[in-house]
């Protein structure tokens, strides 16, 4: 699958201009990391970020589980269903654990991005462009800023991944630093 269909696919199931950003934003930002983990697949984990929340729009309450079902109606291979639906692992129904490089990334990076993103939002700049790790960090500890944002889940991704918490941090802003808007 070509990125092309994977946005139409994903416009198909969302219409709230936040969700089709978010799913623009974590796929830029996987695009980033394949060129460091997977050069050759670096594609397919694009593809794999824009679909990751294909059903949270429509069914939050099913997230990566129906959006399992949904992917396979429209013809989506078992290897993207698979990556996309782990970052949903033990928080939603999802039955599949990030295994692999590219879905602990998805994992750590799908909750880590909302964060970023609500912090360059009380920016001067509105950019990730002059966004340091401190000022992440410290809205990190504010448990009461971007309250969605799971902390505990973007920690458990830096652990899975082996790194500390201002790397994760740090390559998650220079992945969005590729991304334009961000």
Not at 39 to 54: F, Q
Not at 72 to 91: K, N, Q
């Amino acid at each position: 699958m070509d990125i092309t269909k994977a946005k139409e696919i994903m416009r198909k199931y969302n219409k709230e201009a936040f969700h089709l950003r978010h799913a623009e934003v974590v796929s830029g930002v996987m695009r980033y990391f394949a060129k460091a983990f997977d050069p050759a697949r670096e594609a397919h984990w694009a593809v794999v970020g824009m679909l990751h929340d294909i059903d949270f729009e429509g069914h939050p309450d099913d997230h990566c589980v129906k959006g399992e079902e949904i992917l396979r109606t429209e013809g989506v291979g078992d290897d993207v269903i698979r990556s996309a639906m782990s970052h949903g692992w033990g928080l939603t129904g999802s039955v599949h654990e990030p295994e692999h490089v590219m879905e602990k990334i998805l994992f750590a990076c799908d909750e880590l991005t909302g964060l970023i993103g609500a912090v360059t939002l009380m920016r001067p700049s509105k950019s990730v462009v002059d966004l340091e790790v401190s000022s992440v960090k410290k809205k990190f500890k504010d448990k009461k800023f971007a309250a969605g944002c799971s902390r505990d889940v973007i920690s458990q991704g830096a652990e899975a991944l082996g790194w500390e918490l201002d790397k994760l941090i740090d390559e998650t802003i220079l992945a969005m630093r590729t991304i334009d808007g961000c």
